[in-house]
């Protein structure tokens, strides 16, 4: 009766600490969200989206997008901001959660454990652009969530299901054409590859994705410019402008992929989150008084730094600068940490791999980096 009143106690002060850590982190991002502001890029993407049909040429039509919800908080920049993360963080967590219930086909995680754990990672989707304020970056990344979570959904059973999956696919694909074309043409490929080494291409279903966005096309092209013509002009118009004005992207800089050059701040932090993190793991597979009292110590020392940036008034800038996004790799050490520890173990059998979700997931970030011209591995 005592173990299993120790088990509940630590259960109960783990779902705690962790829920305490993601809302802080959340708690944190709103709050900063009505700080600072950059002229020129964001000066840019404000301009765009509060008068979208000032302007005849674009190649990007995020600020379309954005446009009503502009409108509806008031033209505030703070709740757009807020709001454009909130989206971002939500459409994150329930394809994180959604993917875990892929893998735990046999055994499924505890819901709560697999809530606490696909709202923690989300909350990483703020790393990769420290400018929250919408953008055709945000709105491709949008995107990309919303197809990837209509590849999750897709059931190889029940058919009512993947209607609505591709129903998603085309919505979420129509979201990137409006971001970044060119994210659009690489998406496109990537998920008809995918769909073919996954066994599930099905052409009846395949063409509701397709004239799910065409249709938003369609209807975006009459809103927009009153004809489909006309809203295909504005981006040869673009096109044409940018090689006049020679700033258009040749072959070299449209597919760069630079050297990985680290901040040496960012590769301590990295260190330090991936150590602590598989020393806790490792801790809770040595059950005894001494692991469970230093597994303690460290969870504590964790939280009260969590809790001192996020609530106090204290300027922690660690000035990461571009390197900021490079912080996601702490997740992608400990989990190979984490997987050597369990073969270590024999917690683990590399059983039933999703081969073909590893190639989708793999590739997607250069599908949402794609035309950028900036380096890829950001």
């Known amino acids: 009766m005592k173990i299993n009143q120790n088990k509940d106690l630590r259960l109960s002060l783990l779902i705690f600490l962790c829920s305490f850590s993601t809302a802080s982190i959340l708690f944190l991002i709103l709050r900063y969200s009505s700080y600072g502001i950059d002229f020129t890029d964001e000066g840019y993407y404000l301009n765009w989206i509060s008068k979208p049909h000032l302007y005849q040429i674009s190649i990007s039509q995020f600020g379309f997008v954005y446009h009503p919800i502009y409108n509806l908080f008031d033209e505030s920049i703070i709740s757009l901001r807020r709001v454009n993360f909130v989206i ?67 059931d190889k059973i029940n058919s009512n299901k993947n209607i609505l999956a591709y129903i998603i696919i085309g919505f979420g694909g129509w979201l990137t054409f409006m971001a970044k074309p060119t994210s659009s043409i690489g998406l496109s490929l990537l998920i008809f590859i995918y769909l ?91 059950n005894s008084k001494l692991t469970r009292l230093i597994s303690i110590i460290l969870c504590s020392l964790i939280i009260i730094f969590i809790l001192i940036i996020s609530v106090f008034e204290i300027n922690w800038n660690p000035d990461y600068g571009y390197h900021q996004p490079y912080l996601v790799l702490s997740i992608v050490v400990v989990n190979i940490f984490i997987y050597l520890l ?17 190639f989708l997931f793999l590739l997607t970030p250069y599908i949402f980096a794609l035309g950028t011209s900036n380096n890829y591995w950001i």
């Open 88 to 154: 971002t963080f939500v459409l994150s967590a329930v394809l994180v959660n959604l993917l875990f219930n892929k893998l735990y086909i046999k055994q499924k995680l505890h819901t709560i454990f697999q809530i606490l754990l696909s709202c923690g990672i989300a909350t990483t989707s703020f790393t990769y652009l420290y400018i929250q304020t919408p953008s055709y970056n945000h709105l491709t990344l949008q995107g990309l969530l919303l197809v990837c979570l209509g590849v999750l959904l897709i």
């Open 342 to 358: 369990f073969l270590l173990k024999k917690l683990l059998k590399f059983e039933d791999i999703n081969w073909s979700l590893i």
């Open 196 to 286: 073919i080494i996954s066994k599930n291409f099905k052409l009846k279903f395949i063409l509701v994705s397709i004239l799910t966005g065409l249709l938003l096309i369609l209807i975006s092209a009459l809103l927009i410019d009153g004809s489909v013509s006309k809203f295909f002009y504005r981006y040869l118009l673009q096109y044409e402008t940018s090689q006049l004005l020679q700033s258009a992207y040749n072959i070299n800089s449209f597919i760069r992929i630079d050297e990985l050059n680290l901040n040496p701040k960012i590769k301590k932090s990295i260190f330090v989150i991936s150590l602590l993190s598989t020393l806790l793991l490792y801790l809770e597979y040595h």
